[in-house]
T-cell receptor, first 119, second 115 residues
Framework: EAGVAQSPRYKIIEKRQSVAFWCNPI?????LYWYQQILGQGPKLLIQ????????DSQLPKDRFSAERLKGVDSTLKIQPAKLEDSAVYLC?????????????????FGPGTRLLVL | AQKITQTQPGMFVQEKEAVTLDCTYD???????LFWYKQPSSGEMIFLIY??????QNATEGRYSLNFQKARKSANLVISASQLGDSAMYFC????????????FGKGTKLSVKP
């Protein structure tokens, strides 16, 4: 079974530029998450999708960050314009279906992440 | 507020010995899930083990076991027979109760296995 795919793996941009990340979840997983992990910290949720609907985007800086999952499969996360403090690893994860939380069905599987450096 | 606390920034263990990584959590929800993930230097978060709040027995997955003490709100990870490849960051996480399943993570513990 293929895991969560993300691209690019690395990105270096200058502040005020824009950048986009792509994620393809595990086949059949209805729930998709984007996390931001700043160096030395644990991941922090940015946005959560259930199929193509947003479940939680309370911690997404909506003035500069946007995300979509139009067909309920792939997702893109965009930053425009980027700031220095956006330098982090952006992790995408997926899980089967959290609308019916039941033990290991809620386990989230992560992709390799995208390391973003904003100069 | 829901919170995960990992008090050990770094730990050392000799190869082939066992090690315990501490995790305490805070929640008022009766139903929750606890997870441990491993993050090697490559950056990917690797799922290790899961414990549900209503599970009667402590979870085990190969060399990993979870010492779940509900009254003390602790969920320590025990790695038996440490291997050099176990050197990594380890994160404890909790599913936020009442929401749709996203995770709250601790700050992590860096484990170094010595040969």
């Amino acid at each position: 079974e293929a895991g969560v795919a993300q691209s690019p793996r690395y990105k270096i941009i200058e502040k005020r530029q824009s950048v986009a990340f792509w994620c393809n979840p595990i086949s059949g997983h209805a729930t998709l998450y984007w996390y931001q992990q700043i160096l030395g910290q644990g991941p922090k949720l940015l946005i959560q999708f259930q199929n193509n609907g947003v479940v939680d985007d309370s911690q997404l800086p909506k003035d500069r960050f946007s995300a979509e999952r139009l067909k309920g499969v792939d997702s893109t996360l965009k930053i425009q314009p980027a700031k220095l403090e956006d330098s982090a690893v952006y992790l995408c994860a997926s899980s089967l279906d959290t609308s019916r939380l039941a033990g290991r069905r809620e386990t989230q599987y992560f992709g390799p992440g995208t390391r973003l450096l904003v100069l | 507020a829901q919170k995960i606390t990992q008090t050990q920034p770094g730990m050392f263990v000799q190869e082939k010995e066992a090690v315990t990584l501490d995790c305490t959590y805070d929640t008022s929800d009766p139903s929750y899930g606890l997870f441990w993930y491993k993050q090697p230097s490559s950056g990917e978060m690797i799922f290790l083990i899961y414990q549900g709040s209503y599970d009667q027995q402590n979870a085990t997955e190969g060399r990993y076991s979870l010492n779940f003490q509900k009254a003390r709100k602790s969920a320590n990870l025990v790695i038996s027979a440490s291997q050099l490849g176990d050197s990594a960051m380890y994160f404890c996480a909790m599913r936020r109760g009442g929401s749709q399943g996203n995770l709250i993570f601790g700050k992590g513990t860096k484990l170094s296995v010595k040969p």
